[in-house]
């Protein structure tokens, strides 16, 4: 079949609008946006303003629902009515907006930044979907955008990111770990950038950063490594005060299970990891590391090996409520776990770690 007339359409449009059926409008756009769609492929741009101004005319005065339908018949369409798909694009109603402004690659940047600058956050979180975005558009949305917004944008990789929305990210990702986490994974991250966001991000987020890049080199290598250093030097010397206050009680014979239950039981953590590294012989970054993970094999190992029983090793595990929420589950498996441990078995590794540090400082 081919293509109508233009004559022919418009007429039929006139006693479609003129005819005052809602029905009879509805249909006619169905029908018109049928031939258009089955004859896209071979219209030149004089037959595509036709069916711009036809299907323009029907829509206007057509229900949020019947627009929402159009927008997503049009939205995948190369070549489909300009006109007709900046209205769409526009439209108060998510639903219409939505399909054309996700998708529709007849919308181009002077588009997407007018509806991005004007429109409301649904608008700007479909035009983050967007297969591609350029600098100029995602200025925008990472300016005006929720957090909705601003996490869709940071995890589209076909998103290019100027170095303002780079800065306004790692400005908001302090208080947000989940967006610290999409911004430092992405592939066009300066290093520069990097260790920004990294310097700026929780610690919580810092370190899962920094266990996801654990075979880096070249630049980011070396900001990983200056990064490490330096927080473990800080960290270091955090611990001073509690670890002379654990080495005078040990002399005195004051440091035991009472007391580091005690540390424990009170939120002392930097107390309870220097007391077990005294009394374990474990250097105090590798107790923290294992007072934080999320398996407490290795504490458990630990507070096994120096003799601590079951209440004092909860105090210990519940410790780990200043990084995660530990329920009752997690609770009643670390019990069953640690009952099990024999004392043996975690001296043995004890002993062998130990061995091992002093083979890595002698080296």
Known sequence: MGAPSQRSLISEVEQAIGSGSDSARVEMLRRVTDLFIGHADNLQDDGIEVFDDVIGRLSVVMEEAVRAELSNR????????????????????????APVLSHSTRLDDADLVDIASSKGQGHLLAISTRQSLSEIVTDVLVERGNNNVVHSVATNQGARLSDQSFNTMIVRAETDDLLAGAVGIRQDISPNHLEQLLRKASDVAREKLMAAMPNANGAIGNILAKLNDELHKKRMHEYEPARKLVEDMHRHGQLGEEQVGSFAGAGKVLETVAALSVMSGIPMDRIERALRESKPDMLFMVVKAIGFKWNTTKLVYLLQNEWRRISQQDLDNARRGFLQLQASTAQRIVTFLKARQAISKSS
């Open 74 to 97: 049009l939205a995948p369409v190369a070549n489909a009515p300009k006109n007709v798909i900046r209205s769409l694009a526009g439209d108060n109603s998510i639903e219409v907006a």
